[in-house]
């Protein structure tokens, strides 16, 4: 087969990807392109392969076959701390703080340079560092909650913390499983705001099952169904399209 020559703001190129899990083929043969400042959201139904897809990409799983390529890199031999070095950054689908921190200690934690969380005992809270943290915070909707303590944050603002915790690390290709899972209305319409701001100057793939909000953040939805992909372009021609239908909205 010919060697696919990937567009030049191409930031994640993945060809022919596949994993097996005794003999069952969770994910086979997906491919995928994710360009630049692009917001792309992935769709299907449970057991589709959607956050298999973004385990293997993270490091998490390793593929039995296939390239997974980020910034011209191959990612597939790298391990899962080798992966967010380069510049990939991985929320799952339940936020995962540290809830006897306060949201200013748990992005202090996260700021890189090996801090970890022994380390923020003695974080050296300088003006550039003070800086980054409320910036941070302000853009997640957190700035007035910097000194509460992450335990005492609502469902939907421990989303946003674990986003900030992420931004912080400047990653270039950020991977969001059900970022909106559990939020208030206003929440969610917030947190779209949200998305569409991180996106300029960074790429962003989104797993998530409301078609109204994928509606308003996606540039691209790519859509799975059974370890494959079955049909990629607008969130409107991918809701025209009859298999689309059959297999996923008309459930």
């Given at each position: 087969m010919a060697a696919i020559t990937p567009p030049s703001d191409e930031v994640l190129?993945?060809?022919?990807?596949?994993?097996?899990f005794d003999g069952f083929r969770a994910v086979n043969g997906?491919?995928?392109s994710i360009r630049r400042n692009e917001l792309r959201v992935i769709i299907g139904p449970n057991g589709a392969g959607k956050t298999t897809l973004l385990d293997m990409i993270c490091g998490k799983t390793r593929p039995s076959s296939g390239s997974i390529?980020?910034?011209?890199?191959?990612?597939?031999?790298?391990?899962?701390?080798?992966?967010?070095r380069t510049g990939v950054g991985r929320k799952f689908q339940a936020p995962s703080v540290y809830?006897?921190?306060?949201?200013?200690?748990?992005?202090?934690?996260?700021?890189?340079?090996?801090?970890?969380?022994?380390?923020?005992?003695?974080?050296?809270?300088?003006?550039?560092?003070?800086?980054?943290?409320?910036?941070?915070?302000?853009?997640v909707f957190l700035e007035q909650?910097?000194?509460?303590?992450?335990?005492?944050?609502?469902?939907?603002?421990?989303?946003?913390?674990?986003?900030?915790?992420?931004?912080i690390q400047s990653p270039q290709l950020l991977l969001l499983d059900e970022p909106v899972?559990?939020?208030?209305?206003?929440?969610?319409?917030?947190?779209?705001?949200?998305?569409?701001?991180v996106c300029q100057g960074r790429s962003v793939i989104v797993i998530e099952h409301?078609?109204?909000f994928v509606k308003r953040i996606a540039n691209t939805v790519t859509v799975?169904?059974?370890?494959?992909?079955?049909?990629?372009?607008?969130a409107e021609q991918v809701q025209s399209d009859p298999r689309v239908i059959d297999v996923y909205l008309g459930h």
């Open positions: 190129g993945v060809q022919d990807l596949t994993v097996s997906v491919s995928l390529r980020f910034n011209g890199r191959e990612l597939t031999r790298l391990s899962e701390h080798e992966i967010v809830e006897d921190l306060t949201v200013r200690e748990n992005f202090e934690i996260s700021i890189p340079g090996g801090q970890g969380v022994w380390g923020s005992l003695l974080f050296r809270r300088d003006s550039v560092a003070r800086e980054r943290v409320y910036s941070i915070a302000k853009s909650s910097l000194d509460e303590k992450a335990g005492r944050l609502s469902h939907g603002q421990k989303q946003w913390l674990e986003i900030g915790m992420l931004l899972a559990g939020m208030s209305p206003r929440e969610r319409e917030l947190t779209a705001d949200l998305l569409q701001r409301d078609m109204d799975m169904h059974q370890g494959r992909v079955l049909s990629e372009g607008t």
